[in-house]
């Protein structure tokens, strides 16, 4: 399913730098070894919001016949009980379906009530996530504010003339989960609400702030620039 562009992310930005090391003592030899790291950092934080539709809907369909004997009724009940579902053979009355695709759904619905009228009523869908679908809308917001985190922190960098260097501390500080009925009970939506006001009260929705670290190399490469 498609995901909305995350809102730009919230920036705190802090140059820091440490003294400069002392000078070699005079007379050193002609050798240079590795140059000691400079100690130069750019502190960042960031945000991201994203939010996931239902990936799940569940109708439950309740079967009726009225007939002059109780084995009669219970013949025909188990006859659309089959016509509904070939796998069902037991002699309950009613059967719940779970979907993954919305569109046949509403195809199944309608068939079923064409063909069997009266005798079947089905209840409105109710729309939800499976655990799998939350949990990757958590990576997919955290991943997305380390992307906004690391961007900002390249642009502040860019704006001073500086190169980002690699990431020395990457923070979660706070994630937020709100809407979306992520639980296996009924919903208690008003039936008059439509099928798209349904999923949208079913959507689920997810916030992450993070604080990060850059180490920064030094001056910016005019000739990567330029590419």
């Known amino acids: 399913m498609a995901l909305p562009v995350p809102p730009p992310a919230r920036v705190f930005a802090e140059l820091l730098s440490t003294p400069a090391p002392a000078s070699a003592p005079a007379g050193g030899g002609g050798g240079s070894g590795p140059p000691a790291p400079s100690g130069r950092e750019v502190h960042v934080s960031g945000s991201a919001e994203l939010s996931a539709g239902p990936d799940r809907a569940r109708v439950s369909l309740r079967l009726g016949s009225r007939k002059g004997a109780a084995g009669a009724a219970r013949s025909s009940v188990s006859r659309r009980l089959e016509y509904i579902a070939q796998s069902a053979r037991q002699r309950g009355v009613t059967v719940c379906i ?20 009266t005798s079947v009523t089905i209840s409105p869908p109710h729309f939800y996530h499976t655990p799998e679908a ?26 001073f003339g500086q190169s980002l260097g690699k990431p020395l501390l990457i923070r979660e500080e706070e994630t937020k989960e709100w809407g979306g009925h992520i639980d296996n009970h009924l919903s208690n939506s008003p039936d008059s609400l439509t099928l798209q006001e349904r999923i949208q009260n079913a959507t689920a929705y997810a916030s992450c702030r993070v604080f990060a670290v850059f180490e920064i190399k030094g001056k910016e490469n005019r000739r990567n620039k330029l590419l």
């Open 98 to 117: 779970i979907f993954s695709d919305f569109g046949k759904m509403q195809n199944v619905c309608n068939l079923l009530i064409e063909k069997l009228g």
């Open 134 to 159: 939350v949990d990757t809308l958590r990576r997919q917001v955290c991943v997305a504010a380390v992307g906004n985190t690391r961007q900002k922190a390249q642009e502040v960098c860019r704006l």
